[in-house]
């Protein structure tokens, strides 16, 4: 019965400060199941995402202008999933035991990934909304130094916001608290610049994407039932609608797991909501290879070729991928 009692009692992150946090209280059982999930996540999502990176980086057919903001975005990706095991141990034990110091760096670090991730989807929309409503201007507006200029400037900026933003709640006791804590005020600033203005102009981009698909795939359709030839242009436009349906539900994947934790980050709610919200939110990581493998017939051939070491051999990079080929 006293150990019963003992197991009970409240416990707190810092016992010896009176203002210090309530530590989680979970089952030996418990934790075990929740770090073997968190392992098995990080490692998935590194995994996965790490197999993007090298296809694209690889095969020299993949060097294009969409796939280089893929690329960009499964970095991102990558980089999360490392840092899953601390967020678990934050998360679940409600204490965090390395110091404000580490705490600062260590969120900056986080919300840098967030924010890239985020101006990489927006980098995809404005990708797609050229190559589909003005194809005869995409070579010249998307090329590939503008591309990579444009994710540099993109990470850029993430890391200089976030940044700012760190510093502006770096006088916040991290040592006493379950986290880095956030003013409200900060915390309604950032879920506009850095959230809700982004996801608008992504939504209202994908919309005009997809009313001008809805458009061409009518007029392809009148064509061929009407047994007309239909030209290479409309083939490639058929095809740019399709990789635009493609990277719409990747933006669709994300927005569905990260608009509830923006709404419920403003709002009082409990913590094992917020808990629960945050791992919906980095599930989304490991998610989007999951996409690029169920519409992406290169990426399924570059995992194979990954696989079988074929990567290894000589010219290898130079194998076009979206043909049937033996090597």
């Known amino acids: 019965m006293a150990n019963d009692t003992e197991d009970h009692e409240t416990q707190y992150c810092f016992p010896t400060i009176n203002s210090s946090c309530m530590k989680g209280n979970h089952s030996s059982f418990e934790y075990n199941v929740i770090y073997t999930f968190v392992s098995l996540l990080s490692a998935w999502t ?7 990176i090298i296809s694209i980086s690889h095969f020299k057919k993949l060097h294009t202008p969409t796939n280089l903001l893929i690329l960009s975005l499964a970095v991102a990706d990558m980089l999360i999933g490392f840092v899953m095991p ?12 390395f110091g404000g110091t580490f705490c600062l760096h260590y969120l900056t670090f986080l919300t840098v990934l967030f924010s890239a991730s985020l101006s990489n989807l927006v980098l995809i929309a404005v990708d797609r909304f050229v190559a589909v409503c003005q194809p005869l201007q995409y070579p010249q507006k998307i090329t590939m130094t503008k591309t990579l200029i444009s994710i540099c400037l993109g990470w850029v900026c993430s890391s200089t916001y976030n940044t700012a933003f760190v510093i502006n709640n770096r006088n916040l006791d991290t040592s006493e608290r379950t986290d880095a804590m956030i003013s409200f005020a900060w915390r309604i600033t950032d879920l506009f610049l850095a959230f809700i203005f982004p996801c608008i102009m992504i ?18 359709n009148s064509l061929m039932k009407s047994g007309k030839c239909v030209m290479e242009g409309s083939v490639r436009r058929k095809s740019e609608s399709k ?4 990277l719409g539900i990747i933006v669709t994947v994300y927005l569905l797991c990260y608009i509830p934790y923006y709404i419920c980050s403003i709002s009082v709610i409990s913590s094992t909501t917020k808990n629960i919200l945050a791992w919906v939110m980095y599930t989304n990581s490991g998610l989007n290879p999951l996409i690029y493998a169920l519409f992406y017939p290169w990426f ?20 076009n ?5 033996q090597l």
Do not use: D, G
């Open 46 to 52: 590194v995994f996965l995402n790490l197999l993007v």
């Open 86 to 97: 601390i967020e678990a141990t934050r998360l679940i034990q409600m204490c965090w035991h």
């Open 203 to 220: 939504i209202t981009l994908y919309m005009r994407i997809f009313f001008v698909v809805h458009q061409q795939v009518k007029v392809i």
């Open 243 to 246: 990789a635009a349906l493609t």
């Open 300 to 319: 399924r051939k570059t995992v194979k070729h990954i696989f079988t070491l074929k990567i290894c051999q000589p010219a290898s990079s130079l194998v």
């Open 321 to 325: 991928i979206f043909t049937e080929y």
